[in-house]
């Protein structure tokens, strides 16, 4: 029998364990125990095809659970020991005294199923079956009845279409109360979800389901079951209150485990887990909040490591690329300790005396390294860097850019080229358009130029070239509109 994982028993142990401390037979009906039998005999209620409160409701079941192994044994030693810690009790006494209980149980449900068996109801009686149980017995009478309805059902989705007929039957009466629980239960089961929503090549699709769901958005699609648009409308409308939670509890389950999001490959899986990040939001919230995002931590922790960035990075041979590729990764960094990761690499770099030589050399045209440069330097503004480190940062990536310009001889190459001042004035407007220069002394120095050129006297008949009316008009204001994104005012008269 397989334990939670770590994040889910730390789940289990947050008020779970005392809430599902039991000291009389009646105990283990309530919403915490059963919440707990749900964690610790998962594989073998998915084995049945059964839930907790099925379990728990059926003679039958507890007897094949006694039946297997040291299952139910190991079960409620693993369990007795947590409760015992937590109410510092002698941990023996604890486990002899929940064996004596759980014996007791079975006991009860074998002595009445000989004395009153349970009948075998249709779902359109069921409602009105429980209505007329004493008040008292409702939840228990009720659960029997349910638990033996649904052990007709050896397919879960086959389960769960039934348990959401008999809720639309149940509807405002005492019994959806009995049901809905239940119908809430197979969407913890992992089995339950491949049948519902299909089996998925990755486990990014299946978050995706459960999100969606979560906030009722989920939309039908070939490859799932048709019960699903029915689970999806409960709980949008919200008279179902315990699915939500159960495709929560889910999600985090999912989260927890260690199978990859997308893809092996550290770039990618770093991706796939801001994506989901962002995905998880509502509104101003965090689907399961603090503990969502310290799982995703977690789990883009095990991508983001000092050897798989080292490996990322030595595949882009040029420095500038290879920093603009950096940042471009701490954008995608969910929790502290990731983002502390990958802050070593960013001082590492910056922190080089030769930052501006390095990232300058190299055979490689000085344009599309400008351009790169310029993205980094967006990136490092847009980023999470303190102010302080964005100032220098920034202030380095400007030198850098400024001194690269000047190595290149680029307005002189720009100057020494064929056409008058219209095509100079062009080709610095498209550069600017693509981003080769940072705004700041970068930028004022090819507005300067561009100014000169304008003043030359054959600039605007060479760049009307002796259009006149409407594709005149259109082309100043076409320049117009162009030069203002350089801080140019221009204008021509009598346009």
């Not at 995002?293 to 595949?315: F, G």
């Not at 290879?322 to 940042?327: E, I, N, P, S, T």
């Amino acid at each position: 029998m397989a334990e939670p994982a770590k994040e889910e028993a730390e789940g289990v142990a947050d008020g779970l364990i005392e809430a599902s401390y039991c000291t009389a037979v009646e105990d283990f009906f309530s919403p915490a125990a059963r919440d707990v039998i749900g964690r610790y005999l998962a594989s073998f209620l998915y084995q049945l095809i059964i839930t907790p409160t099925e379990l728990v409701y059926s003679a039958k079941h507890l007897k094949r659970l006694n039946d297997a192994g040291r299952v139910l044994m190991n079960v409620v030693d693993k369990v007795a020991t947590l409760q015992a810690r937590r109410k510092n009790e002698n941990a023996g006494k604890r486990i002899k005294d929940l064996h004596d209980l759980v014996g007791k149980l079975t006991r009860k449900l074998w002595d009445e199923d000989k004395e009153k068996p349970v009948p075998t109801i249709k779902p359109e009686a069921f409602a009105d079956a429980v209505a007329r149980m004493p008040e008292a017995e409702r939840a228990y009478g009720g659960g029997r009845l349910l638990s033996e309805y649904l052990s007709q059902f050896k397919v879960w989705k086959d389960k769960i279409a039934a348990l959401v007929r008999l809720l639309e039957l149940c509807r405002g009466k005492d019994a959806f109360a009995l049901v809905e629980p239940q119908l809430a239960e197979t969407l913890k089961s992992e089995p339950a979800l491949d049948q519902l929503l299909g089996i998925p090549e990755c486990l990014e699709p299946r978050c995706r389901d459960l999100i969606d769901l979560w906030k009722g958005t989920w939309q039908a699609r070939d490859t799932a079951d048709a019960v699903v648009e029915k689970l999806n409308a409960l709980i949008l409308s919200g008279e179902a209150p315990s699915l939500k939670p159960a495709v929560e509890f889910a999600l985090l389950r999912a989260l927890a485990g260690k199978t990859v999001l997308r893809s092996a490959e550290p770039d990618r899986e770093m991706v796939a887990v801001f994506d989901l990040f962002r995905a998880l939001w509502q509104g101003q919230s965090l689907i399961g909040g603090a503990r969502t995002l310290a799982m995703l931590e977690k789990r883009q922790s095990r991508v983001v490591t000092k050897e798989a960035i080292t490996d990322l990075l030595r595949e882009r041979k040029v420095l500038a690329d290879r920093l603009h590729y950096l940042m471009g990764l701490s954008a995608l960094a969910v929790g502290g300790a990731n983002r502390a990761t990958l802050k070593t690499f960013i001082d590492h770099y910056f922190a080089d005396r030769d930052f501006v030589p390095r990232i300058v050399g190299g055979q490689e045209p000085p344009v599309p390294k400008m351009q790169t440069l310029t993205q980094l330097h967006h990136a490092i503004k847009a980023s999470w860097l303190a102010d302080g480190d964005k100032a220098a940062h920034m202030a380095q990536v400007e030198a850098a850019q400024a001194d690269l310009m000047r190595r290149s001889r680029l307005f002189e190459q720009i100057e020494k080229k064929g056409g008058g001042p219209a095509q100079k004035v062009l080709t610095l407007l498209d550069l600017h358009r693509k981003g080769s220069f940072l705004e700041g002394g970068n930028t004022d120095t090819v507005k300067r130029i561009v100014q000169a050129y304008m003043q030359d006297p054959q600039f605007l008949s060479e760049y009307l070239g002796g259009s006149e009316g409407e594709e005149r008009g259109r082309k100043i204001q076409l320049l117009s509109r162009t030069l203002a994104t350089l801080g140019i005012a221009w204008a021509v008269s009598g346009v």
